[in-house]
Structure formats: structure tokens, C-alpha cells
């Protein structure tokens, strides 16, 4: 008989739900058919190789305390509230069918009235009177014993935020890494207004049950797993690493103008893997020995506000009497690239 399981997630954190994913699909029984029903506070999640500063408005995101998150897997970047529920479901390898899991999750739906429609490889959508909208998006991942299936229910989603977050600034900024596209989203309560959370996990574990033929035991994971499963704790501290956020990152070129105070400034960065590799700055500031000292302090860094800061902090030791002008410099700086 096929053993059943579910994970249930008290915590709203994004790294430490998206690290219980990764420990599900590396540590725990290949031979399992497992479901892990979870949500996050306000965050933007990035595929493996997309980069956070093209794909994302970070100053807005710091500003408005919102996390940033990057899956392992692939896919574009999406923005999670707790609205939005995501699914999990880990199987054997030999028995993985997608359809199994869209089966689940429609059934689970039906129970409100909504009958959703699989579209394609990732997608369930609703059928509306000027076209089909997306509730859900899926990725999928595999190895030799076990397949992976994960995606999104958009129950209640603030859906007016998410470009607010997904859209960069008007940079002039190109990547080598890859960006998003944007579909056509709405949310489940528009054709069932009760819907929430908690309504459906609970229609979600019994579509489960209902499927396999069998109860299954349920376990709830939050902060204080991670003092109890080492595996967990190591992919939480992986996750959550500024090393994986940012600097696994392709590399690209970042662009930025504007007049200040001190001149007019042109500036171009080169990052790779998070660190800025080059750096010009073109400008008609009088202090051409001010900007040499940046360059040549910024040059090998992360790539971080913080940096800014600490070479803005030796240029003003160098040049007390530019005090200020260097503080809007740096201040603009920082704003552009904030992490």
C-alpha cells in the first residue's frame, strides 16, 4: 500500500517553507506520496537563474519589507501574499503522473463550485467570459527515485502589488540571465468569495485521501523544526544566505544616470555572482581623485548598499570638505542597487 503523508507549514517565512521543499525531496522516503501545504509573507520568488536585480524593484521591496526568495528550480518570478496557498507533492519516480496532482488539486476545487482546466504543462485556469484566467502555476523536478510538483493557488491574492514588485525600475540594465512572463492572473474567491486558506488545505488533504484511497497522517513544521531536523536547518541556512539570493547570479551590466550636486554621473557595473567585477564611472565632477577612489574601492565588492556605504565612509575621510555631495552620491547609488 502506498504511504501517505502531509507537511503542514505554522511558519509564513519563505526560506524556511521553500528549504522544508528541498529537505521533502532529498531526505525523506522516494517511496512516499507526500503533500506540503504552505504560504508566505509578503515575497517575491525568483527562478534559479534569474537575476533579483533586473527581475525586481528592490529598493520598493526593502521599503515596503518585503522578502526576497530564489527556488531552486526554474520558472519566472512570482509574488506570494497570504493569499496565495502553494502546494507541494512528492512521488516515487515509477509512479509519478502530473495529471495525478491536477487531478487532486481540481477535485479539491470543485468542492467550492470552481471547475478549473489544466492548460498546457504548468498552468490550471478558469474559464471567464473574455478569455481564460490563470489561478495556479506549476514546476516540476525529478531524479532517479523520486518527481517533484509544486505550484500556486491564488486564493485571495493581492494582485494590484504584484507589478509594484516585478517590474524594475526604468534602469538601463540588461542580463544574461533570463526574465518573466506575465499572464493573465485571477483569484479563486472571484468565483468563490468564502475561499481561504484554511478551507483549502482542509479540501486539499481529503481530494488527498480521497485519491490514494487512505488516511494520512499530518505534521506540522515551523521555526523550531529546524532545532529538531538537521537536514532542514542546513537548507535554511542555504536558502536564506545572501550567497544564494544574490550573489548566484548571472552575470550582467547595470546602467545608471542622473545630475547631482557634484557633476552629472554615468555609471556602469559589471557584477558576476553577486560582486562588481568593473566599474566606470563617467562623469564632469571637478574631483577626478573622488572618483578614482571609488572606482578603485568598489572594484571586487558585493554588490549591496552596504558597500556603498563603507566606500562612501573612506571618500569622505579623503575629502571632508565633499561631505555631503558624497552622501547624495552614495545615496543615489544605494537606491539603485539596494539590497
Same mark, same amino acid.
Given at each position: 500500500m502506498t504511504k501517505l503523508k502531509v507537511f503542514l507549514s505554522d511558519s509564513f517565512n519563505p526560506h524556511l517553507n521553500l528549504a522544508t521543499e528541498e529537505w521533502i525531496f532529498h531526505n525523506l522516503d522516494p517511496s512516499s506520496q507526500i503533500l506540503f501545504l504552505w504560504r508566505n509573507e509578503e515575497t517575491v520568488v525568483i527562478g534559479r537563474n534569474q537575476n533579483p536585480w533586473s527581475e525586481c524593484n528592490l529598493a520598493h521591496m526593502k521599503?515596503?519589507?518585503?522578502?526576497?526568495? =530564489? =527556488?531552486? $528550480?526554474?520558472?519566472?518570478? %512570482? *509574488?506570494?501574499?497570504?493569499?496565495? $496557498?502553494? *502546494? $507541494?507533492?512528492? /512521488?516515487? #519516480?515509477? /509512479?509519478? #503522473? =502530473?495529471?495525478? @496532482? %491536477?487531478?487532486?488539486?481540481?477535485?479539491a476545487l470543485q468542492g467550492f463550485g470552481i471547475q478549473g482546466e489544466a492548460s498546457g504543462r504548468n498552468d490550471l485556469l478558469i474559464p471567464f467570459a473574455d478569455g481564460p484566467r490563470k489561478f495556479s502555476g506549476s514546476a516540476y523536478r525529478e531524479k532517479k527515485d523520486r518527481a517533484f510538483h509544486h505550484g500556486t493557488l491564488l486564493l485571495h491574492a493581492n494582485l494590484t502589488r504584484l507589478g509594484n514588485y516585478l517590474t524594475p525600475n526604468p534602469k538601463k540594465l540588461q542580463s544574461k540571465g533570463k526574465e518573466s512572463v506575465r499572464a493573465r492572473v485571477t483569484n479563486l474567491n472571484e468565483v468563490h468569495a468564502p475561499i481561504n486558506h484554511d478551507k483549502i488545505v482542509e479540501a486539499m488533504i481529503a481530494s488527498f485521501e480521497k485519491f490514494y484511497g487512505q488516511k494520512a497522517p499530518v505534521e506540522f513544521l515551523n521555526m523550531q523544526s529546524l532545532q529538531q531536523i538537521p537536514e532542514l536547518k542546513a537548507q535554511y541556512e542555504t536558502l536564506?544566505? !545572501?550567497? !544564494?539570493?544574490?550573489? @548566484? $547570479?548571472?552575470? *550582467?551590466t547595470h546602467k545608471m544616470d542622473e545630475y547631482l550636486s557634484l557633476g552629472f554621473f554615468d555609471v556602469h557595473f559589471k557584477v558576476n555572482d553577486g560582486a562588481i567585477k568593473d566599474l566606470q564611472i563617467y562623469t564632469d565632477c571637478l574631483y577626478p581623485n573622488l572618483i578614482e577612489g571609488l572606482t578603485q574601492d568598489l572594484k571586487e565588492k558585493t554588490y549591496t548598499g552596504e558597500t556603498i556605504l563603507q566606500a562612501a565612509a573612506k571618500a569622505k575621510e579623503k575629502f571632508p570638505e565633499l561631505a555631503a555631495g558624497i552622501d547624495e552620491l552614495a545615496g543615489w547609488l544605494r537606491k539603485n542597487i539596494e539590497v
Open positions: 521599503d515596503d519589507k518585503v522578502h526576497l526568495a =530564489r =527556488r531552486t $528550480t526554474g520558472g519566472g518570478a %512570482v *509574488f506570494h501574499d497570504l493569499g496565495n $496557498t502553494n *502546494f $507541494t507533492f512528492l /512521488s516515487p #519516480k515509477e /509512479s509519478y #503522473k =502530473r495529471e495525478n @496532482n %491536477v487531478q487532486i488539486i481540481l477535485n536564506s544566505s !545572501w550567497d !544564494w539570493l544574490y550573489g @548566484n $547570479t548571472l552575470e *550582467f
